[in-house]
């Protein structure tokens, strides 16, 4: 099957896409709503707490992992993918959404000005300067953190004028730099993205990402056929959480727009 990892259940609004685009697999959602927001936590936690979820997703049998969570793919993914992968799991797969949304505002940008918005730890990790210009030089990047709309959307607060005036505030610095491209580089901000469009003006394209990550699975399924054959098409979603089931199943149903039945609390590390 394949599993899906986020610190908690932003994660769920990427799952509901991979659901749209390819709904026969098998998917095992786990978020780890005990420890989240990871966003302002350490390189070190983020990956220890990432490490241990691949670990439990891995041992329930996924063969390809996602990490939803911008946090812990610009933070933990490239350490698992070089080191822990190769020694404990040399035949599955764990990919980020980092580089799939750094590909998209590489094409989608018109004359190189991408802006990236995520959080505290997302933003100080540079992972997405780093990957942008890997895939083309000359570009300007611009990245604002903005803590505080994560909490803003688990409460429910989009659309509210207090949020759309933090989303100002936070905006002003690359709406003022003129980018062309802004890439959401967190799992909660999808939420925003009519109020983020409708500040940034209609000369900045705001990339979707979680259309974006699943267009990327897709072709990275066709591309890896030995990882496809291996994945369980039996239509399965289960969930995990590291915190009470039934407060995952009433604040997660909004994310993924559906019912969420089988959730199992589990406990990690
Ligand atoms: N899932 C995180 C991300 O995409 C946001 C929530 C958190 O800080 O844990 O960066």
Sequence with gaps: MIGVFDSGLGGLTIL???L???PDYGYLYLGDNARTPY????QEVIHEYTRQAVEFLFARGAVLIIL?????????????????LPAHHPTERVLGVVIPLAEAAVEATRYGWVGIIGTRAT??????DQELNKLRTGLKIFGQACPLLVPLVEEGWVGKPETNRILKKYLRPLKNSKIDTLVLGCTHYPFLRKDIERI???NCRVLDPPGIVA???TDYLRRHPEIEARLAKDGRRRYLTTDDPERFRDLGEPFLGQRIREVERVVLG
Excluded: H
């Design 16 to 18: 509901k896409a991979f």
């Design 200 to 202: 940034m003006g209609k």
């Design 39 to 42: 966003g302002n936590k350490s």
């Design 68 to 84: 939803a969570c911008n946090t812990a793919s610009a933070k933990a993914l490239r350490r698992i993918q070089q080191q822990w």
């Design 215 to 217: 267009e990327k699975l």
């Design 123 to 128: 933003i100080a990790s540079g992972v997405y």
């Design 20 to 22: 749209r685009a390819l």
